[in-house]
């Protein structure tokens, strides 16, 4: 990997997060490994958000063109995506903002290639499928066009210039540690994936995996592991086959909040629900709601959409060749992770505002 810019890993607690943004009504923005568009009450970022302190205008009268494309953003998770990007973009009077969707990789592939002729001043991408945008964001790099990468990584550094992500390995590793006390290192546990071959999805299986390994050696034993593509309708459908295939599961762990949706129904439809546990991942409000509740639904981890919102403060920042204004380093920094924070029972109250519909 080459280290020609400066490489920071941004680590800050739950309650720092959204990376550079802030409201045009002055009101704090919430920030976590996860954390939503209702998240007004949450203490404002003073690490990555001041980026934001450097105001909404270059000063210069130009304007500073930015065009981001995502996936379809009829997911819960995605559709904050797309609005915590449009406020971020709203809250600068130098910045013209396009938001552009995607139905699959190669569409998103066209996309960025007209995008690219339209010479923005800077990309933000969170890729259907980081592997299959890399050639594309490759050739926005080279054209001298800065390409902030979010959520779902590239296959190499050469295709972005700055990356925000969340901890998705250490997704998989909180919701191990959870599971493996909850059943005391014994039982059968399911894991319900997002979509197959991502990096988000290959990491939080990788760091569930390697913990449970740790922590129980062959105490748990993973008896299934299937993707539902975040999609409720098919993590339905997906644990329905599931539950047939097995008579003891003593914790299912999914991917995401709003695909645990459907895995939920599924457990609750075959009248199983007292008989295991189940965590997710996102933030959103009904997994609030089920874990406040009590019962089948006993943790999640945030993963904060606000990340949207910080990447197109810093395509802002890089364009303008200002780095974060709290940082001594003069460019905005290439890595920025968001660690991921565990709702519980115990936390599910104080953590509320910073879950998403």
């Not at 592997?131 to 990584?153: F, H, K, S, Y």
């Not at 905005?332 to 709702?343: A, G, N, W």
């Amino acid at each position: 990997m080459r280290f020609s810019k400066l490489i920071a890993i941004v680590a800050v607690p739950a309650l720092l997060v959204t990376a550079c943004s802030s409201d045009d009504d002055g009101s704090d923005e919430d920030t976590t490994a996860p954390a939503s568009e209702t998240t007004a009450g949450s203490d404002e970022d003073s690490t990555a958000t001041s980026t934001a302190e450097s105001g909404s205008g270059s000063g210069s009268g130009e304007k500073i063109t930015i065009i981001a494309s995502v996936p379809p953003t009829d997911h819960g998770w995605l559709g904050q995506i797309a609005a915590k990007a449009q406020e971020a973009a709203d809250s600068h009077a130098d910045v013209e903002f396009r938001l552009l969707e995607a139905a699959d990789a190669d569409s998103q592939a066209s996309q960025i290639e007209t995008a690219i002729n339209e010479r923005p001043d800077a990309l933000v991408v969170l890729p259907y499928d980081g592997a299959q945008l890399t050639p594309v964001a490759e050739r926005a790099m080279q054209e001298g066009i800065p390409v902030i990468n979010v959520d779902r990584t590239f296959s190499t550094p050469d295709a972005a210039r700055a990356t925000i992500l969340g901890d998705n390995y250490q997704i998989g590793v909180k919701a191990a540690t959870f599971i493996a006390d909850q059943l005391s290192c014994e039982g059968n546990v399911v894991e319900i994936q997002g979509i197959a071959g991502i990096s988000v999805t290959e990491d939080r299986t990788a760091g569930f995996a390697d913990t449970i390994s740790e922590l129980c050696g062959d105490g748990i034993e993973i008896v299934a592991q299937q993707p539902a593509d975040f999609a409720p309708d098919k993590g339905l459908t997906v644990m329905e086959a599931i539950l047939q295939a097995n008579d003891d599961i003593g914790a299912v762990y999914t991917h995401d909040d709003d695909m645990a949706e459907g895995v939920v129904a599924a457990i609750q439809n075959a009248g199983r629900e007292d008989e295991m546990i189940l965590t997710g991942a996102g933030g959103s409000c009904a997994a609030f709601d089920q874990i406040e509740a009590g019962g089948l639904y006993a943790a999640t981890y945030l993963y904060s959409p606000t990340m949207a919102g910080s990447a197109v403060n810093m395509a802002r920042l890089i364009a303008l060749g200002e780095g974060f204004s709290d940082l001594i380093e003069p460019e905005v920094p290439s890595l920025v992770v968001v660690p991921p924070t565990e709702v519980n029972a115990d936390t599910v109250a104080d953590l509320r505002d910073l879950c998403f519909n």
